[in-house]
């Protein structure tokens, strides 16, 4: 037993002797950006099916592993008291510190993994998206886990070789990046106190008039709401008023051409200077009818348009509303399908719409790719110049990613679903563009004089359409219309004093337009420039500042990928509705919006607690944030809920038994009335009536 003892300690001694790989585990946001870790790292790859191991040499072992968008998610009430499952005044105002979070049910295998990968690895990676979403996504795991080992941060926000090899040379400490992950864990704890308060508030409210419907609010969705219905209400009181356009028709050396009437600062003109006065006009018209005319100004200039930028998801899920009635959340669940599925395009979700300069060297091989998975491309393709760097190329002006590309992958467009090829194309159309010629032409503009009036002409020559000839038939394509005064015209040839006549001058009447009702693609554009409806100035360019690194992004509310949600519940919810390619408010979602405080209904909640997060650097900042938006806004809408009545548009029914209201109860066999008296400990009244048909809805 001695001897056999000795030959064991001497085993282990030895073997604890030997020296163990040093070992790094990288985590990044998606697999995409592990892959392309994994093959810049220099050494032997073994892909495991949740992680890739990558052998350097004898004494090193790199492991890539990767979330799937948020692991964990937030308690929710009845996660911290049973009890709170059923909506009750009396638990209002909720507050949970400290808060708690959970592994989410479709990842937990994928978090399991993580966690055993975190006990033996001697080193943390961390490979967050470079925004503070990205930051708090890995960090919020490192926490769940108590990780205390090292942690360094690799920065990077596109997965080209170049990139990454850049990057992973120069990892940083992650501690210098956590407040970004501390503001977006403030945003996402206040975010859900909000929602869970007040929507439980005013559901509770109504539901003593006799609602059955789930009152939503929401720190983005009520602002969007306020937008629709704001809109909704301009459009309707726009009051008409006249205005007046004065035209001439040129004939000056063989040049029959158009000029539109400058007024001078003596006529009467509206806000747009467009004559007002219908008898004004039509004298200024009778003193130019066949009068002499004389050129008294002609500037002709060159000029050229670069190509429309690739798509951000913002621009995609414009396009896609505009040309084929997609809903943002169909736009964006065919790309997550063409780059989950299908691998045929990058990050859909993206907010930018530039490349990296190193993206503009893979070029010849995406383009290859396209034309080999659409052949209806392969003409434009051949037509291109993949030598052409256009403004799209610029590392400088990426956020946490880049524009929605085609990737290299080759595909099989008949493959595809009829939307996913239609969005497919348009996402390769854009491309393709970026090595076209640009599109050319000569600008002239002239000054007519005709009986001392003066008249304004602008002639534009095309002379080479470059990457136009891709967008030629993109009908409705606003941002590539022209002016309606300008005219299709070469007037280049005509000179300064030239004379002709005025062959013909006519006045014709226009009326003004309300802004016009929402489409899909509109309010997607609105929702990215939200600002420009804070009435304070200092908190319109708070949140403008937030966004001034984003292209695309002008003090917006939301996300491009999580409004497509937010306005699908708004539409379940029955606040908003569809109208022909409209998006108007209901009468329910008017009436929720006139009992709103304007902090609740106008985007200036988003810009407010933008300021106050600069501030946030540690979890004991994010809980202040918390309690003093607590203090500020939602103990003080508790109290006013408790004890008034709210004015949300309800069916009604009074109990023929006791004379309360009754509320509308919806079961799984269907809806009907219920006396609210069913729990008066008083007086109990246990009447029901069959619900048939709507009744007429008050306030």
Same mark, same amino acid.
């Given at each position: 037993?001695?001897?056999?003892?000795?030959?064991?300690?001497?085993?282990?001694?030895?073997?604890?002797?030997?020296?163990?790989?040093?070992?790094?585990?990288?985590?990044?946001?998606?697999?995409?950006?592990?892959?392309?870790?994994?093959?810049?790292?220099?050494?032997?790859?073994?892909?495991?099916?949740?992680?890739?191991?990558?052998?350097?040499?004898?004494?090193?072992?790199?492991?890539?592993?990767?979330?799937?968008?948020?692991?964990?998610?937030?308690?929710?009430?009845?996660?911290?008291?049973?009890?709170?499952?059923?909506?009750?005044?009396?638990?209002?105002?909720?507050?949970?510190?400290?808060?708690?979070?959970?592994?989410?049910?479709?990842?937990?295998?994928?978090?399991?993994?993580?966690?055993?990968?975190?006990?033996?690895?001697?080193?943390?990676?961390?490979?967050?998206?470079?925004?503070?979403?990205?930051?708090?996504?890995?960090?919020?795991?490192?926490?769940?886990?108590?990780?205390?080992?090292?942690?360094?941060?690799?920065?990077?926000?596109?997965?080209?070789?170049?990139?990454?090899?850049?990057?992973?040379?120069?990892?940083?400490?992650?501690?210098?990046?956590?407040?970004?992950?501390?503001?977006?864990?403030?945003?996402?704890?206040?975010?859900?106190?909000?929602?869970?308060?007040?929507?439980?508030?005013?559901?509770?409210?109504?539901?003593?008039?006799?609602?059955?419907?789930?009152?939503?609010?929401?720190?983005?969705?009520?602002?969007?709401?306020?937008?629709?219905?704001?809109?909704?209400?301009?459009?309707?009181?726009?009051?008409?008023?006249?205005?007046?356009?004065?035209?001439?028709?040129?004939?000056?050396?063989?040049?029959?051409?158009?000029?539109?009437?400058?007024?001078?600062?003596?006529?009467?003109?509206?806000?747009?200077?467009?004559?007002?006065?219908?008898?004004?006009? +039509? @004298?200024? !018209? &009778?003193?130019? $009818?066949?009068?002499?005319?004389? =050129?008294?100004?002609?500037?002709?200039?060159? /000029? *050229?348009?670069?190509?429309?930028?690739?798509?951000?998801?913002?621009?995609?899920?414009?396009?896609?509303?505009?040309?084929?009635?997609?809903?943002?959340?169909?736009?964006?669940?065919?790309?997550?399908?063409?780059?989950?599925?299908?691998?045929?395009?990058?990050?859909?979700?993206?907010?930018?719409?530039?490349?990296?300069?190193?993206?503009?060297?893979?070029?010849?091989?995406?383009? +290859? @790719?396209? !034309? &080999?998975?659409? $052949?209806?491309?392969?003409?434009? =393709?051949?037509?291109?110049?993949?030598?052409? /760097? *256009?403004?799209?190329?610029?590392?400088?002006?990426?956020?946490?990613?880049?524009?929605?590309?085609?990737?290299?992958?080759?595909?099989?467009?008949?493959?595809?679903?009829?939307?996913?090829?239609?969005?497919?194309?348009?996402?390769?159309?854009?491309?393709?563009?970026?090595?076209?010629?640009?599109?050319?032409?000569?600008?002239?503009?002239?000054?007519?004089?005709?009986?001392?009036?003066?008249?304004?002409?602008?002639?534009?020559?095309?002379?080479?359409?470059?990457?136009?000839?891709?967008?030629?038939?993109?009908?409705?394509?606003?941002?590539?219309?022209?002016?309606?005064?300008?005219?299709?015209?070469?007037?280049?040839?005509?000179?300064?004093?030239?004379?002709?006549?005025?062959?013909?001058?006519?006045?014709?009447?226009?009326?003004?337009?309300?802004?016009?009702?929402?489409?899909?693609?509109?309010?997607?554009?609105?929702?990215?420039?939200?600002?420009?409806?804070?009435?304070?100035?200092?908190?319109?360019?708070?949140?403008?500042?937030?966004?001034?690194?984003?292209?695309?992004?002008?003090?917006?509310?939301?996300?491009?990928?999580?409004?497509?949600?937010?306005?699908?519940?708004?539409?379940?919810?029955?606040?908003?509705?569809?109208?022909?390619?409209?998006?108007?408010?209901?009468?329910?979602?008017?009436?929720?919006?006139?009992?709103?405080?304007?902090?609740?209904?106008?985007?200036?909640?988003?810009?407010?607690?933008?300021?106050?997060?600069?501030?946030?650097?540690?979890?004991?900042?994010?809980?202040?944030?918390?309690?003093?938006?607590?203090?500020?806004?939602?103990?003080?809408?508790?109290?006013?809920?408790?004890?008034?009545?709210?004015?949300?548009?309800?069916?009604?029914?009074?109990?023929?038994?006791?004379?309360?209201?009754?509320?509308?109860?919806?079961?799984?066999?269907?809806?009907?009335?219920?006396?609210?008296?069913?729990?008066?400990?008083?007086?109990?009244?246990?009447?029901?009536?069959?619900?048939?048909?709507?009744?007429?809805?008050?306030?």
């Amino acid at each position: 037993p001695q001897a056999y003892r000795r030959i064991m300690i001497h085993k282990l001694v030895e073997g604890a002797n030997m020296a163990r790989p040093y070992i790094r585990l990288f985590i990044t946001e998606k697999p995409e950006l592990g892959r392309a870790i994994a093959r810049n790292l220099g050494g032997a790859v073994s892909s495991k099916k949740s992680y890739i191991e990558v052998t350097k040499q004898d004494d090193q072992l790199d492991i890539i592993t990767w979330c799937f968008g948020h692991m964990l998610s937030l308690y929710d009430p009845e996660d911290y008291n049973q009890s709170y499952k059923k909506w009750n005044f009396n638990d209002l105002p909720l507050f949970f510190m400290p808060y708690q979070k959970k592994p989410n049910e479709k990842s937990s295998d994928q978090l399991k993994v993580i966690g055993s990968l975190l006990k033996k690895c001697d080193e943390v990676i961390h490979g967050g998206d470079v925004d503070d979403e990205g930051q708090l996504l890995i960090d919020e795991v490192l926490r769940y886990f108590n990780v205390k080992k090292p942690v360094k941060r690799i920065l990077f926000n596109a997965n080209t070789d170049k990139v990454v090899k850049r990057a992973l040379a120069d990892l940083k400490p992650n501690s210098d990046f956590e407040f970004m992950g501390w503001r977006a864990e403030a945003r996402s704890v206040a975010d859900q106190l909000f929602g869970y308060n007040l929507s439980r508030g005013y559901t509770l409210n109504a539901q003593q008039q006799g609602a059955d419907d789930t009152i939503t609010l929401g720190r983005v969705q009520t602002p969007i709401l306020g937008l629709i219905v704001r809109r909704d209400r301009e459009n309707a009181s726009h009051i008409k008023s006249h205005y007046f356009n004065v035209k001439a028709k040129l004939l000056i050396q063989d040049k029959l051409f158009e000029g539109v009437f400058i007024p001078t600062e003596s006529q009467q003109v509206n806000d747009s200077n467009k004559l007002i006065d219908n008898n004004e006009a +039509n @004298s200024i !018209a &009778q003193n130019c $009818s066949l009068q002499p005319a004389t =050129i008294e100004s002609l500037n002709t200039k060159s /000029k *050229s348009e670069q190509p429309p930028l690739p798509y951000n998801l913002l621009k995609l899920q414009k396009d896609a509303a505009r040309k084929f009635g997609y809903s943002l959340q169909q736009t964006l669940d065919i790309t997550q399908s063409l780059r989950e599925n299908h691998g045929l395009i990058t990050y859909n979700r993206s907010d930018c719409q530039y490349l990296s300069d190193e993206h503009f060297e893979e070029a010849k091989d995406v383009l +290859n @790719s396209v !034309a &080999q998975t659409a $052949s209806i491309l392969q003409g434009a =393709i051949a037509k291109s110049d993949a030598t052409i /760097k *256009s403004r799209a190329f610029n590392s400088e002006k990426l956020s946490a990613h880049h524009g929605i590309i085609p990737t290299d992958t080759v595909g099989d467009l008949n493959k595809l679903t009829d939307s996913e090829q239609k969005v497919y194309l348009l996402i390769a159309r854009a491309y393709i563009a970026q090595f076209h010629p640009k599109y050319t032409y000569d600008s002239t503009e002239i000054i007519s004089n005709v009986n001392g009036f003066k008249f304004k002409t602008v002639a534009k020559t095309e002379t080479d359409l470059g990457w136009k000839n891709l967008y030629k038939n993109d009908v409705g394509n606003v941002e590539l219309q022209e002016d309606e005064d300008t005219q299709s015209l070469d007037l280049r040839t005509l000179n300064v004093g030239d004379k002709g006549s005025c062959t013909e001058c006519q006045v014709t009447a226009h009326e003004t337009q309300p802004p016009a009702l929402y489409t899909i693609g509109t309010l997607a554009e609105d929702l990215s420039r939200a600002a420009k409806y804070v009435r304070n100035a200092q908190l319109r360019k708070i949140l403008q500042d937030r966004d001034k690194d984003k292209e695309g992004e002008h003090g917006g509310i939301g996300t491009s990928a999580t409004r497509a949600g937010i306005v699908d519940n708004l539409i379940s919810r029955g606040f908003i509705t569809k109208k022909g390619n409209n998006i108007i408010s209901t009468p329910l979602g008017q009436s929720l919006y006139d009992c709103l405080d304007d902090i609740l209904k106008y985007p200036e909640r988003s810009a407010i607690w933008a300021a106050k997060q600069e501030h946030i650097k540690n979890q004991d900042d994010v809980i202040l944030f918390v309690k003093k938006m607590m203090l500020e806004l939602i103990i003080p809408e508790i109290n006013r809920l408790k004890t008034e009545k709210i004015n949300i548009l309800v069916e009604t029914m009074t109990c023929k038994k006791c004379g309360r209201p009754m509320r509308k109860i919806t079961t799984k066999n269907g809806k009907f009335w219920g006396c609210t008296g069913y729990n008066d400990k008083v007086k109990p009244c246990k009447a029901t009536i069959e619900y048939k048909t709507t009744k007429k809805s008050k306030k």
